[in-house]
Structure formats: C-alpha cells, structure tokens
C-alpha cells in the first residue's frame, strides 16, 4: 500500500477523480491500493440522499455543495482538516465494510491517543469522539468492492466554524471540536498524518 499526499486547497472534483482512477487501477490490476491524505479547499458534502434537511438552507452556505456516492447526510471538508482517503480491495478483506469502517475508526483513535486525547466510539454512531464532542467523520463507498471516500477528522480550530451553517451528520446538537482544542497544544494536520500512517498501515496490512 502506497501513501499519497497530495497537499491543501484540493478541490473535491479533483480529489474525486483521483480516487475514481486508483479504483480503476485496482479493478485493472494495473495498480496498488493507496491512501490519500489531503486538506479540502470549502467544500460541502452529502450523500445521495432522498433526505437532505441536514444541509439546511443551501442558498445560505459560505462554500459550495457537492452530492457524492459515499453514505451519509451532510459534512464539511476544509483548511485544518485531515482528509483521509483509502482505495483498498476489500475483496482481499472478506468484503466486510462494517470491518472496514471500524478499522478506520481505530486508525484515528489511536493516532488521537498519540497526542494525548482520549478518543473512543459512541454507540449506535459511527466516527470518533471525545465524550460528546465529536472530532471524525467517516463516509464510505465501495465500487466493485474496491474502497473509496473515508474520513475526516478537524485538526484546528479553523475548520470548525463552517459547521454551525448545517445539521453534522445529521446528528441534532453535535458539537464538533478538533485535535488542537482536545490536545490543549498546538498540532498541524501534517503532525497529525504523519502519527496516522503507520497505524492505519498496520491496521490494514494484507497477510
């Protein structure tokens, strides 16, 4: 598996394209499974969904919106946020997604730990959370049984503040909070995907 990072302002089409030809190569065997790491420029997203209240008023949202055919109601992508996106073949893994999203989960638990947070699970949600406060979302989508979309985790505070514009995951009264605030130290999102590597490396390697 090869880890590909690739930089800041990356707007969604074009990290969509570059996940949608990494599925192609897999399918083609023609390529490796691969993690991209990247910061969204302002970038709203939701699932393909009959039930979209969760973005609210859309007319009123400082960043555009985009519907994608990963699972979920509504997120946002920006500066101060790591986004995580692994293309793996899940054919190799049992087809299991609930496997795979809680390998993603325990990937960034424990790069959390890493920093000193004390990150976990709440019941009944998916994502990762300190408490009531939640710091991950994660939406995936499978082709094929290849894997794409993934996860998204704030690491500054600048990230936040675009969530009060929608309803998060479309969980009521979710507070979202990031790596720097639950640290209580300051910790950039390439300090964060660095410590998250080598767990998500581990987690996910193939027999």
Request: aromatic share 8%; charged share 20%.
């Amino acid at each position: 598996m090869k880890t590909v990072h690739l930089g800041t302002n990356i707007t969604y089409e074009d990290g969509l394209k570059q996940q949608d030809a990494a599925v192609d190569a897999l399918l083609n065997a023609t390529g490796e499974e691969t993690l991209f790491l990247l910061e969204h420029a302002p970038v709203y997203t939701i699932g393909r969904l009959r039930d979209q209240s969760s973005l609210r008023d859309t007319a009123m949202l400082p960043a555009p919106v985009v519907e994608t055919n990963r699972g979920g109601q509504a997120t946002y992508h920006g500066p101060g946020q790591l986004v995580g996106y692994p293309i793996l073949d899940l054919r190799e893994r049992n087809r299991d997604l609930h496997a795979h999203l809680r390998g993603i989960e325990e990937a960034l638990i424990l790069t959390c730990r890493d920093f000193g947070i004390p990150a976990g699970r709440r019941e009944g949600l998916t994502g990762v959370w300190v408490e009531n406060r939640k710091l991950a979302s994660i939406g995936v989508g499978v082709r094929k049984w290849i894997s794409m979309h993934g996860f998204a985790i704030n690491i500054t505070p600048e990230s936040l503040l675009p969530f009060f514009a929608i309803t998060p995951c479309g969980i009521d009264g979710v507070i979202m909070s990031s790596v720097q605030q639950e640290a209580r130290k300051p910790v950039s999102v390439a300090d964060f995907a660095d410590a998250f590597v080598p767990h998500f490396g581990k987690l996910f390697a193939r027999a």
